[in-house]
């Protein structure tokens, strides 16, 4: 029976996982829109490009970093506005921070991108 109870909250969890996904997605955070657009174009184009198993892996990691580091810019945004709902510098610079390392991430799958796909590219331009 506990252990019928325990499944049960871990499936619950699940369920607002995907509800904080769906949140960020239909609440207008552009940036997410703009990551899945980019990851999806990111697997056509490993698709098309007929990459290797490690290209894959390396495409896969890149695509769940950049959006869940999206997400917790984003639940760091909604906090901060919570916690400090006028202006404040301090709180300007946690949101700035925060999309700073998305941008770090984006710009470093950005470069995996290119290292995977501009050597295949240019060999089917030849």
């Known amino acids: 029976m506990i252990k019928q109870q325990s499944f049960r909250r871990f499936l619950k969890s699940f369920s607002f996982a995907f509800q904080g996904v769906r949140l960020s997605f239909k609440k207008g955070e552009i940036n997410i829109k703009v990551h899945i657009i980019i990851s999806f174009a990111a697997i056509i184009t490993s698709f098309l490009l007929n990459i290797s198993a490690l ?17 917790f810019n984003t639940a ?9 709902p006028d202006w404040n510098p301090k709180a300007g610079a946690v949101k700035d921070i925060a999309a700073g390392a998305v941008l770090v991430l984006s710009c470093m799958a950005a470069l995996i991108g290119a290292v995977i796909f501009l050597p295949k590219i240019i060999a089917l331009i030849r």
Do not use: N, P
């Open 55 to 71: 290209e894959w892996t390396a495409i896969i990691g890149c695509i769940g970093i950049v959006i869940a580091a999206e997400l």
């Open 76 to 84: 760091i945004e909604k906090l901060v506005d919570i916690i400090s």
